[in-house]
């Protein structure tokens, strides 16, 4: 018989949120050099809602660029910043070595407030990303909502907006997790048939937490299948069986994925490594 090439492994990122003591930045930053070993394309790490943690942020996205050798993106947001400040951040990063921005609009604090831009502040995603080409020659991720961004009339106005995004320089859209690969090829098509071509990297949540991962769901607008709420019921307090279930559940999306042409899926870690690395490692993406 002849002998095939072995299919190339996808390439991964790995996302963080910044920690609020001591010992949880030294959890993360272990977590992001365990997973370091499996050469992602970057990491990231997380603001908090109206850019409340943003001293925070810098210091832990600093960090990682000295800590893990490996590329290390700063997330950004408009909420609640003149323009000048947020170019001040934007420059603080590049300062810091990094080179790489995921530039979101951000919402505001308080579960029910709307974003409303701050005066003298950039008024959306398209207008960030346009003025953060202007500060520095970064690479610029944006975020994309495969079941419309709750705040959207519709998913053509989401698309729209994207689009100008993308047009204003933005790299790539990563978008917000989903729970079936049938929900991100859907969007795919439908941003493709617009016209987009720019990358669109599946985020990929591996549930560690059940009653967290679907209250994330909910706030972001991400359905739940009732077959994935069957499967998880009743393991609150299993957590070894939790594990299993979702790397099994995950990796088979991953690997459906996979089959339709994604390259690059990007991890919402919740500072978490092993998750993260079992799924990896059956995806084919091995310590270096």
Same mark, same amino acid.
């Given at each position: 018989?002849?002998?095939?090439?072995?299919?190339? *492994?996808?390439? @991964?990122?790995?996302?963080?949120? #910044?920690?609020?003591?001591?010992?949880?930045?030294? =959890?993360? $930053? +272990?977590? /992001?050099?365990?997973?370091?070993?499996?050469?992602?394309?970057?990491?990231?790490?997380?603001?908090?809602?109206?850019?409340?943690?943003?001293?925070?942020?810098?210091?832990?996205? *600093?960090?990682? @660029?000295?800590?893990?050798?490996? #590329?290390?993106?700063?997330?950004?947001?408009?909420? =609640?910043? $003149? +323009?000048? /400040?947020?170019?001040?951040?934007?420059?603080?990063?590049?300062?810091?070595?990094?080179?790489?921005?995921?530039?979101?609009?951000?919402?505001?604090?308080?579960?029910?407030?709307?974003?409303?831009?701050?005066?003298?502040?950039?008024?959306?995603?398209?207008?960030?990303?346009?003025?953060?080409?202007?500060?520095?020659?970064?690479?610029?991720?944006?975020?994309?909502?495969?079941?419309?961004?709750?705040?959207?009339?519709?998913?053509?106005?989401?698309?729209?907006?994207?689009?100008?995004?993308?047009?204003?320089?933005?790299?790539?859209?990563?978008?917000?997790?989903?729970?079936?690969?049938?929900?991100?090829?859907?969007?795919?098509?439908?941003?493709?048939?617009?016209?987009?071509?720019?990358?669109?990297?599946?985020?990929?949540?591996?549930?560690?937490?059940?009653?967290?991962?679907?209250?994330?769901?909910?706030?972001?607008?991400?359905?739940?299948?009732?077959?994935?709420?069957?499967?998880?019921?009743?393991?609150?307090?299993?957590?070894?069986?939790?594990?299993?279930?979702?790397?099994?559940?995950?990796?088979?999306?991953?690997?459906?994925?996979?089959?339709?042409?994604?390259?690059?899926?990007?991890?919402?870690?919740?500072?978490?490594?092993?998750?993260?690395?079992?799924?990896?490692?059956?995806?084919?993406?091995?310590?270096?």
């Amino acid at each position: 018989m002849p002998v095939t090439a072995p299919e190339r *492994a996808p390439s @991964v990122s790995f996302e963080f949120f #910044p920690p609020k003591t001591d010992k949880m930045a030294e =959890g993360l $930053t +272990q977590a /992001a050099c365990d997973l370091a070993a499996l050469s992602p394309r970057f990491v990231s790490v997380t603001y908090g809602a109206g850019g409340s943690t943003r001293e925070r942020t810098l210091a832990v996205t *600093a960090d990682l @660029v000295t800590r893990t050798g490996t #590329p290390v993106a700063g997330h950004l947001t408009c909420v =609640g910043a $003149t +323009q000048d /400040a947020v170019n001040d951040v934007a420059r603080a990063y590049w300062q810091a070595g990094v080179r790489h921005i995921v530039a979101l609009r951000g919402d505001p604090a308080g579960a029910d407030a709307r974003f409303t831009p701050h005066p003298g502040g950039y008024d959306g995603a398209a207008a960030l990303v346009a003025g953060l080409s202007r500060v520095a020659p970064f690479e610029i991720s944006v975020a994309a909502y495969p079941e419309k961004h709750p705040e959207a009339a519709s998913l053509d106005a989401d698309l729209d907006a994207l689009q100008a995004e993308i047009d204003a320089r933005a790299t790539r859209a990563i978008t917000q997790f989903f729970f079936e690969a049938e929900t991100f090829l859907r969007f795919r098509d439908k941003a493709r048939a617009r016209g987009i071509t720019a990358e669109i990297v599946p985020g990929i949540l591996p549930v560690s937490n059940i009653s967290q991962a679907w209250r994330f769901a909910e706030m972001c607008g991400a359905s739940v299948p009732d077959r994935l709420r069957a499967l998880y019921h009743g393991l609150d307090d299993q957590p070894e069986v939790r594990a299993l279930v979702t790397t099994a559940v995950t990796a088979d999306m991953c690997q459906a994925l996979r089959a339709e042409g994604v390259s690059h899926f990007h991890f919402y870690t919740l500072n978490r490594a092993a998750p993260s690395q079992a799924i990896c490692r059956l995806l084919g993406v091995m310590p270096g």
